[in-house]
């Protein structure tokens, strides 16, 4: 398996370093007779971690509880004191180990995995890599060492690691680096060459060299959130600050004073406002009662007006009084005259002539 980012003659350098051979330790044909089920709890106290961190944890671990069984029905957080608070990804770690032996358990009411051992070498790998919450570094390292499956673990330190040896050109996905392992190693080798590798991370972890490649990879914390406060329409904006800088934090600091000073600037304005308005009020009604007061005189003196005409009023009423009747009277006279004519007139007309009664006498 070619790819451009591998170097496979610096693999090979790096296994023929660390062989187990030529360190001290128990030879990786040893594992196979044991049983599947510590395997499996090794492999996942091992991923992520050195082989000192796995193996004390694992002493601890079974020296808390009673048997494997016992581990299956704990909680997390009731197993993470006997491994400690240190250890790195605790709480996934532990949550995995159950998940994966209650998942067993369920499958033949037991915690074992020697029926797997009757199987094919396919059925094996499928039956492995389906447990619950199983993780492809422990499905690997279980299949090989305990089933005689060719695989290759591989977890993110080990790729970190290799990158920093120069053996790969840049980190990759641990599924694609154990793929690419897998290719690279042959299958009669497997055994030594997962030794050494994991003897090459020990030395990493020994020398301080892990430690530094983990806090690269740590998220970056996110940002705390910046509490602005509402800003009214009346308040004037800011002058813009640069966002790399500290005092872009303290924005909210002087935006509060300011408010405030806006809230006693409102209410300064408004209460002279207010005296104002009463004080116009008190100086419009005080004239206009002056005023009231001086007209009294002047209608006074208009009252002794009024006396003083009625006098000279009612004379010349009596004055027009008498004359009328003296304008109307000739009036009414000439109105019966005239009627006295027209009586005399018409009495003349119906009496005969006193000289025509002579002449017929």
């Known amino acids: 398996m070619k790819t451009k980012w591998a170097k496979p003659a610096k693999l090979s350098a790096l296994l023929k370093k660390h062989h187990p051979s030529t360190e001290k330790g128990a030879p990786a044909e040893e594992t196979a007779s044991e049983d599947p089920i510590m395997v499996l709890i090794h492999a996942w106290l091992l991923w992520e971690a050195s082989s000192e961190q796995a193996e004390t944890a694992m002493g601890r671990l079974m020296e808390s509880r009673v048997d494997i069984n016992e581990i299956r029905v704990s909680l997390p957080h009731e197993l993470a004191p006997a491994m400690g608070k240190r250890y790195p990804r605790l709480e996934e770690r532990l949550t995995g180990i159950k998940k994966s032996l209650h998942s067993i358990y369920l499958r033949r009411h037991e915690i074992s995995l020697n029926y797997v051992r009757e199987k094919g070498k ?32 591989a977890d993110e330190q080990l790729s970190l690691l290799l990158h920093e040896l120069g053996v790969i050109a840049e980190p990759v996905e ?65 002058a813009p600050v640069d966002a790399g800088k500290k005092p872009a934090i303290k924005k909210p600091v002087t935006k509060k004073p300011a408010t405030k000073k806006a809230a006693t600037k409102k209410a300064a304005t408004k209460k002279p406002a207010t005296k104002k308005a009463v004080t116009k009020k008190a100086v419009t009604k005080k004239p206009a009662a002056k005023k009231a007061a001086a007209k009294k005189p002047a209608a006074k003196k208009a009252a002794a007006k009024k006396s003083a005409a009625k006098p000279v009023a ?26 006295v004519a027209k009586k005399t007139a018409k009495r003349k007309t119906s009496r005969p002539a006193p000289a025509a009664r002579k002449r017929v006498g």
Do not use: C, Y
Not at 124 to 140: C, H, M, R, T, Y
Not at 196 to 219: F, N, Y
Not at 314 to 339: D, E, F, L, Q
């Open 314 to 339: 009612k004379k010349a009423a009596k004055k027009a009084a008498t004359k009328k009747p003296a304008a109307k009277k000739p009036v009414k006279k000439k109105a019966s005259a005239k009627k």
């Open 174 to 238: 641990h599924e694609v680096l154990a793929s690419w392992l897998a290719s690279e190693v042959k299958a009669g080798d497997a055994h030594h060459a997962i030794a050494a590798l994991q003897s090459a991370v020990d030395a990493a972890w020994a020398d301080g060299t892990m430690t530094k490649l983990a806090r690269k990879r740590r998220p970056a914390k996110p940002p705390e959130p910046v509490v602005v406060p509402e800003t009214t329409e009346e308040e004037v904006p800011s």
């Open 122 to 153: 396919r059925d094996a790998k499928a039956e492995i890599e389906s447990l619950d919450g199983i993780n492809p570094f422990v499905s690997a390292r279980v299949l090989r060492l305990s089933f005689d499956v060719h695989a290759m673990p």
